[in-house]
């Protein structure tokens, strides 16, 4: 996906609307230019012909003023539970990247966690099995079978 004119950040995670978009595609990865700007970005869905057209992009963001345990919130960290006051799902979303302090985007849900705790993990396993290789930041066929097949 080719994008110029941005007017906010874009974020890994980040779900991608408009007209002739499959819907649930949402940002892989950024392949190219500035930073969350202009540039070209890996999509989830790959195979789409999409004119140029106006899109709307928009991360799933969790805000945490609660207690947080476990290690930091920081990017790859998987949501355990969430407890207290929890408006949305977060639970078993990971953070793919932190826009200030206490605001968080996250890969699936979003919500807001206030008076309450959050519990996070790192290096959760995964039954996802790699079937092809790809550079940091390409796209990659993975399967939840192991092996060649």
Partial sequence: MTVSGVSNTIYPGAVVTGTNVATGTTVAAQ?????????????N???QSVASTALTITPYVMTVSGAVTGPAIATGA?????????TGTVVGAPVTAQITGTTFV????????TSGTVVL??????????????ANGEIVK????????
Avoid at 121 to 134: D, H, I, M, P, R
């Fill in 45 to 47: 869905i790959p195979s």
């Fill in 78 to 86: 998987v949501i355990q539970s969430a407890s207290g006051t929890v």
């Fill in 142 to 149: 993975i399967s939840n079978v192991p092996g060649n097949g």
């Fill in 106 to 113: 996250v890969a699936t849900g979003g919500g807001v966690v």
């Fill in 31 to 43: 392949l190219s230019g500035t930073p969350g700007g202009a540039g070209t970005y890996a999509v």
């Fill in 121 to 134: 993990a790192l290096n959760v396993e995964t039954s996802w099995y790699g079937k092809s290789f790809g």
